[in-house]
C-alpha cells in the first residue's frame, strides 16, 4: 500500500528554520510518534504531510506518487486536529459526512450506511443528530478520530490527539487508538510533546529537536539507549554525570573510580536513568559508587524523588518510598547503580 | 497559512479591494481636490490651484464661529462621555450585576435605535420643560450618541483585565480611591483614551442630532455645510469639509496609537 | 449588586433616561395623542392618500436595494480583508473606516460633486463616450443608492470581518485535509460560520438606511422624498410634531420588525453554544 518517503525536507518561515533537511522512512502499516518539546519542529513536518504547509525544499512521497506541491484536498489523507476542529455548524452525521460527500465516497444511502457503522464503532449511535457543542470532549475526541479515518485514508495523522483530554480519559484513549491500530492497520503519524503518550502509543519513535531528527528507535531501543545527550534528557529526565575515562577507567569529576570503561579515553558523559540509581550505606557487589549528599526529599506516595550533590552534581533519583525513610535533607549516602548498564553519551 | 488560495480567488480579491478602494474614498477626494480649485465655482475637474478657499474661511467669521462651537462641544462631550462611560464599563465588568443584560442593552441602544427619534424625542421635550434647543440640550444628545462608544472600547479593554488585581490591591490594604487611581484606571487607560477620540470624532461629526436642536448661536460646523449644501455650494465648502477630513485622519491615527486601528475596527 | 457598583452605574443610567429614554417615550405618546386624548389620529393621517403609503415604500424598497448591495460587496470585501497580506489588509481597514469616521455631510458633499451635472461620473462616461456631459445621477434612486452605500457598507464589512475572525482556523484547514478545495470550502465552512455577522450587519444597515435623511435628502432632493426626509421636514418646516412624531414611530418599529426575529435567533444560538 503506502511506504511514506521523505527527503531532506526543509520549511523556512522567514529566517527561522522550521525542519532542516529531515529524511525519513516510514514502513507501511506502522504506527509512529514524532516526539519533541515545542518549537522542534514536529507540527510542521506534519502540516507538511498534510498539505497545509509548503515545504522550502525536499520531497514527499507517498507510495510511488510525489505529493510534495499536491493542495491539501488532493491529498486523500485522514487527519485529527488537537483541537478536534469538528464544524461547530453541522450535526455529527454531517460532520462524519463531509470527508465521504468532498471524496465522492458512494451515494446518500452507502454514506449513511457508513455513518451508521462509525457512529456504533465510537458507541455513540443515536447521537448523531446532535451538534458538537451538545457532547462531551471524550465524544468530540471520538467524532474527530472517527471523522479522520472514515473515508479510509491511506494515512492517518494524529496533532497532539489526546492533550485536550483529562488524565483518566487520556490512559483509555490511548488503549483504544492502540487497539484501532491493531485491527485496522492503518500507518499513522502521531505528533505529541508527551515521550510517556509517544513510548506507550508508537511502534517507531522520531525523537526531534530544533528542527532535525534527533534520533529513531523502538520506544525501548531509544529509552535504554540516548544517542545524545538531549535525547537522554528529554526522555524520562535522566541524569547526566560527567565523568573522564582514562586507560578504560572512568573516574568522576572529583576524583572517584567508578570501574573499568570500554570507551576511548577523554571526557565522557553517563545517562543515569532516575530509576536505575539507589541510595544505600553501602554498595553492592558490581555498583559503582559516589559519595552524596541529600538536598531534598520529595514524598509521592509509592515513590519519593531525592535530589543528591555527588561529585560536585545535581542528581536526581526516584526511589521506592520504603527506601529513603530514616534520611533526609543533610544525610550523606552513597549513590550506587551499575556503570555497565549507563550509556555514554 | 491555508492550502493555496487559487488565482481566480486571488484575483477577485484584488479586483474588489481595488474597487472598493475607489468607491469608498472618491468622494472625500473629490472634496479635497475642489478645495484647492483656483475657479469661484464647484466644477470638475478643478481649475487651477490655489489656498484661497482656506484663506477665505480662515477668515470668515461664520465658518470660524462653526469651528469655534463644533470645537466646543466636541470637547464637552468627550469629557461628560468618558466619565459616564468609563464608569458605567467598569460597573458592567463587576460580578453579579442585577439586570446586566438589560443594562448592557440600555449603553449599546442608542447606536440601535434610528438617530433621527432621538433628534426629535430631544426637541420636543426641551421646548416643552426648556426654553427650546441649546448649547446644553445639544451636549445632552450628542452625549447620548457618545456613550455607546465609550462603554464598548472601555469595556472591550477591561474584558482583557485579569480581575484579581483589582482584588490583590484590596487584600493589600488599598483604599478605594487608590484602587482606582492606581489599579483600575491605568488597565482601562487605551480603552479610555480610544473611548475619547471616538466621542470627539462622532460629536464633532455629527449631523441628524444637530440638525433637530440646531439653536440661534449653535449652529456646529456639519450644520453650517450641509446649510450650504441645500443652496448652492462654492469652493469654501470643500475647504471646510476637507478641514473635518484632516480631523477624522487626526483622529485615525490616534486610535491607531492608542489601541491599533484593526482592533478598532473588530 | 454592591453599593460601588450601583454608583458607577448610576450617573450613566440618569443621562441615559433623561436624553434618552424620556425623549423616546415623548415622540411615542405624541404620536398616540389626538384631539380626543389617546387616539389613532396622526396615523390614520398617513395612510388618508397615497402619498405618505409611497413614502413609506420607497424608504423600505431603497432600504432593501441599499441593504442587498452592501451584503453583495461588503461581505466578499471582509473575506479579502481576513485573508489578505498584513499592508493590504491595514489598507483596507483604512479604506472602510476613515469613510465610516467622516462625517456624513462631508461624504454626501462628494457624491454630489460626483453625481451632478459635469461631476466626475458624467466627465468619466463622456470621456468613454458612454454618457452626453449633462448626464446626471442627481435627484435619481440610482443616485441614492450609490451614495448610501457608500455611507453604510463599511458596517457589513466590519460586523462580517470581526465574525470571520473568530472562526478557528483550523476548521477550514480540516475541510481542506478532507477534500474540500478552497470554493468548497468557502461554500460549506466559511460562509454558514460567518452568517451570523452577515445578518447582523445587514440589520444594522437596513435600519440606518431606513432612518436616514441626510443624503437621501440632499441626493434624492423633494422629488423622491423618504419617511426620514418628510419627518424632518414636518419638524422643522410645518411644525406638525404629532404627526412627525406617527412617522418616526412607524420607522422605529420597521427598524423593530427587523430586528427582533434576529435578536432572538441571536440569542437563541447564543444559548446553546
Known sequence: MAQLRIDGLTKRFGAVTALDAVDLDIPDGAFVAMLGPSGCGKTTLLRCLAGLERPTSGTIRLGEADITTLPPERRGLGMMFQSYALFPHMRIRENLRFPLKMRGRGDAAAQDAKIDEALRAIRMEGMGDRYPREISGGQQQRVALARAIIADPPLLLLDEPLSNLDAQLRKQMQIELIELHRRIGLTTILVTHDQEEALSLADLVVLMNAGRIEQIGAPRDIYRKPATAFAAAFLGGANLLDVVVENGLARAGDGTALGPLAAPDGPRRLVLRQEALALRDAPRPGEATLAARIVAVAFNGATSRVVVEAAGQRLELTVPAAAIEGRAAGATAQLCFILADAPLV | ?266 | MKRETALLLAPGVLVLTLGFVLPVLRVLTLAFDAKTGFGLDNFARFFADSFYPLVAWRTVRLSLVITLVTALFGAPLALVMARAPRWLRMALIVVVVLPLMTSVVVRTFGWLVILGRGGLLAQTLAYFDLAGRNFSLMHTETGVVLAMVQVLMPFVTLTVLSTLEKIDPRLEEAARVMGANFWTTLRHVVVPLAMPGLVAGSLLVFALSASSFVTPGLIGGVRLPVLGATIYQQVTGTLDWGFAAAQATLLLILALVVALPYAQGARRAGASR
Request: charged fraction near 10%; avoid cysteine.
Open chain 2, 1 to 266: 497559512m491555508i492550502g493555496r488560495v487559487p488565482a481566480l480567488a486571488a484575483a477577485l480579491g484584488v479586483a474588489l479591494a481595488a474597487a472598493a478602494a475607489i468607491f469608498m474614498l472618491a468622494p472625500l477626494a473629490v472634496v479635497i481636490a475642489s478645495s484647492v480649485s483656483a475657479s469661484e465655482f464647484l466644477v470638475f475637474p478643478p481649475r487651477g490651484f490655489s489656498l484661497r478657499w482656506y484663506q477665505e474661511i480662515l477668515a470668515s467669521s461664520v465658518y470660524l464661529r462653526a469651528l469655534g462651537v463644533s470645537l466646543t462641544l466636541a470637547a464637552v462631550v468627550t469629557v461628560i462621555s468618558v466619565a459616564l462611560g468609563a464608569a458605567a464599563a467598569i460597573g458592567l465588568s463587576r460580578p453579579g450585576v442585577r439586570f446586566a443584560g438589560a443594562l448592557q442593552g440600555l449603553f449599546l441602544s442608542p447606536l440601535m435605535l434610528p438617530t433621527i427619534l432621538l433628534g426629535i424625542g430631544l426637541l420636543m421635550l426641551a421646548s416643552r420643560y426648556a426654553n427650546g434647543p441649546s448649547f446644553a440640550v445639544m451636549a445632552l444628545g450628542h452625549v447620548v450618541v457618545t456613550l455607546p462608544y465609550v462603554v464598548r472600547t472601555v469595556s472591550a479593554v477591561l474584558a482583557r483585565v485579569d480581575p484579581s488585581l483589582e482584588e490583590a490591591a484590596r487584600v493589600m490594604g488599598a483604599p478605594w480611591w487608590r484602587r482606582y487611581w492606581h489599579v483600575v484606571l491605568p488597565q482601562a487607560r487605551p480603552g479610555l483614551a480610544a473611548g475619547a477620540f471616538f466621542a470627539f470624532n462622532v460629536s464633532f461629526d455629527e449631523a441628524v442630532v444637530a440638525l433637530f436642536l440646531r439653536a440661534p448661536g449653535v449652529e456646529t460646523l456639519p450644520l453650517l455645510i450641509y446649510s450650504k449644501l441645500e443652496f448652492s455650494p462654492d469652493p469654501s465648502v470643500a475647504a471646510a469639509a476637507t478641514l473635518m477630513i484632516a480631523m477624522t485622519v487626526a483622529v485615525m491615527i490616534a486610535l491607531d496609537r492608542v489601541l491599533g486601528l484593526d482592533k478598532v475596527a473588530a
